[in-house]
């Protein structure tokens, strides 16, 4: 079984500054990773996703993550964050089986102030 | 649009009464989901379906039952609510295959008094 852990429960930080969101994920087998994203009294919305092929992959609203195979981590990351990103970032993972669900982590605060 | 809808966003119910949470989808994706979320936790996959008259467990013990009779229609159901209920409950669906991911609803945020 594939498991997720978001390694800060919390993350602040001024307007225009970079940040990155930590992820990394435990499976015997590989596997597909998601970043999601929740607004206030919202679903969640897909961010990105790394199936295969190229490590770095580019999401919406300018953030990116980085697949290491090595370090079994997917984070994620903005080179310059708007006040309008704030919001809860869940990274999840799903074994590379036709019958895998989602695994997610606890999710990261992401504080944005001016 | 194609999209995903949960009933009702918000409800506060007393203990002991049967409630039932209403999740309906446009795109025709066979396989939908429940999730449980609290704050500070991990969702948790409480049920999950790979299609018509098909129901499965999730990783989470969930006193609710689901059914699937319709494609596109994916209630969750609980016969006696307790205050341990009270939670957010997130539905998806998916496509066919890996490479989209999930699309979620907007949530129904159970209150059990």
């Known amino acids: 079984a594939q498991s997720v852990t978001q390694l800060d429960s919390q993350v602040p930080v001024f307007e225009e500054a970079p940040v990155e969101l930590r992820c990394n994920y435990s499976s015997s087998v590989s596997v597909y990773l998601f970043w999601y994203v929740q607004y206030p009294n919202q679903g969640l919305q897909l961010l990105l996703k790394?199936?295969?092929?190229?490590?770095l992959v580019k999401g919406i609203n300018g953030f990116e993550a980085e697949f290491n195979k090595s370090q079994t981590s997917f984070h994620l990351r903005k080179p310059s964050v708007h006040i309008s990103d704030t919001a809860e970032y869940f990274c999840a993972v799903s074994e590379e089986t036709g019958y895998s669900t989602l695994t997610f982590g606890k999710g990261t605060m992401l504080l944005v102030s001016p | 649009e194609a999209d995903i809808y949960q009933t009702p966003r918000y409800l506060v119910i007393g203990t002991g009464k049967k409630i039932t949470l209403e999740c309906s989808q446009t795109?025709?994706?066979?396989?939908m989901y429940w999730y449980q979320q609290d704050p500070g936790m991990e969702l948790h996959l409480i049920h999950y379906?790979?299609?018509?008259?098909?129901?499965e467990k999730g990783d989470l013990s969930s006193e609710s039952t689901v059914s699937r009779i319709r494609t596109e229609h994916f209630p969750l159901t609980l016969e006696s609510a307790r205050p341990s209920h009270t939670s957010q409950y997130l539905c998806a669906s998916s496509e066919e295959g890996w490479s989209y991911g999930y699309t979620f609803g907007s949530g129904t945020r159970l209150t059990v008094v």
């Open positions: 790394y199936l295969s092929g190229s490590t």
């Open positions: 795109m025709g994706h066979d396989k």
């Open positions: 379906s790979y299609g018509v008259n098909s129901t």
